[in-house]
RNA sequence: GCCCCCGUUGUGUAGCGGCCUAGCACGCCUGCCUCUCACGCAGGUAGCGCCGGUUCGAAUCCGGUCGGGGGUACCA
């Protein structure tokens, strides 16, 4: 049986520690829109999501915690995993020992398993007195007798369970690099468990794709040298009867920071989370993500989630290591914002205003309806969720708690500034309608053709003392939702 | 050391033997638009790691070389 006779199913597979990295992200995506794709143009196409707490220590709940949060906020839905459940359940390593441990019994009482009872000394010592240029495990103890295993018994040492590497070569074809192999001379025996019997990951992991039905194994290309390892496993699962096929195999491109080095965790673009926090579109995030080894078409780099399931193909993918460039991270992002409607960014924009403080929560009706009105004057000019707080804070703000920026203060509304600013509070206060046109057109008298103002010099002023700031949504706009009243008591103050 | 992977402008990519005097995007630089900012628009900048070979013809195929990365654990 070949894994393509098989309804597609493929897995994330994260270790819980530490936090999120945008390369989990990658991979989770890349995974994803195999599976959507599939079940939209082929068979099957399911997302399982699986967590690999083996390694007790570092296995945090935290971790875990900000793993499903990331997802939900991305979008990706898991068709089987945590909280959802599914019919391979428990999808927690930590839950699933007993299958591990049933799995190696068969292993160990087969030819393709054997108890080991070396040190790492004495391999490293044979390996010096033989010269071999092969590191790692040298087979020592493959065909120990009755009578030797006695004597390392009664010297009370412990033991592992090794898996014997097959003689030959072991060959796949990898999805996005071709056709790999390895000789297996050069892969060593290689432990399934620890000495107290704890399964490793060179066992669970594989063991969970076989038993969970996964047919493609799509990973960090960090991986790949532990492949020809997992292909010879599979083959001995066949033969045990607990599954019957082998996976496909696809290793994904690293993401990379700075330099040559991948992303590291101290890099600060690599904390997934973290560009929720300051503002990123989650469809952004996930099309730049995307853009790192996969391209949609030759011109044209900005697409949906739901082009790129079309479209998605694994063969597709660039086996070269890609570097992650921050400026173009957001340039992606910002067209997303452009493709939002007023009212969905709005909805969007929401929740960065609360936790700013910009906007209460619950959110009342008066600002509620000031921000509808507030929205269509920044929604072209802010290119993250968390740029709208900044931009509208003077709208929202009650009058005592109103200041003004004290350097933008210092620029504009100094010795030249005053009097462009007593000259516009004496337009505006004679004003019979507060409309932006009437408003304009005040302004537009007393200060360019009154006092020969530029526009841009006339402005600034006024600008810093309504809004607070020397950057801010259009003026004469801004000042008609603010109201006559206290945009007047606004350069009043300037004024005092 | 040994094994494996990778190699197109600063960055991400398109390219799968002639359509390439190498396309697109970001960045950067010039302008335009303009009440600030942002958007938008027009233009510019810069690349096939290197050497051989195959071929009428190579970024594309082959060999070598150099460079980078990963693995080489009772980590994942």
Redesign the pocket.
Known sequence: MVSSDKPVRVRMAP?PTGSPHVGLVRTALYNWAFARHHQRHGAGGTFVFRI?D??KE?STAESYAAIIDLMRWLGMEWDEGPEVGGPYAPYKQSEREDLYREVLAKLRESRFGYE?????AE?EERRKASGS?????DGYCRNLTADQVAVFEAEGR???TRFRMPDGKITWN?L????????TE???D??L????G?P???L??PVDDALMDITHVLRG??????TPRQVALYGALIELGVTDFVPEFG?L??V?GE????LSKRDPEAHALAYRDQGFLPEGLLNYLA?????I??????FTLDEMVDAFEIG?V????????L??C???N??HM?LLSLEDMTHRVLPYLKDAGVVGDPVHDSDAQLLELAMPLVA????KLTEAAG?LGFLFVAEDDFSVDPADAEKMLGEDGRPVVQAAYDALAGLHAWSTSDI?EALQTALVDGLGLK??V???PV?VAVTGR????????SLELLGRERSLGRLQRALG
């Open positions: 270790s690999e083996t390694d570092r080991c009872y070396c040190t790492n391999v240029k092969v590191m790692g495990y412990s033991h592992i990898d996005v690099r071709g056709e790999i192999t390895f000789e050069f892969v060593p290689y432990a468990c620890r000495a107290n704890d490793l990951y060179t669970v992991n290309e960090d991986l790949l040298s532990s290793h491109p690293y990379m330099g040559n080095k991948k853009l790192l080894g996969w391209a078409a030759a011109d044209r780099d900005v597709d660039n086996p070269n290591p890609a570097r992650f460039d400026k173009k957001e340039a992606i910002a067209s452009r072209e000019r802010i290119n931009m304009q526009p841009r006339a402005f600034g600008r020397r950057v801010s949504p259009p003026l004469f706009e």
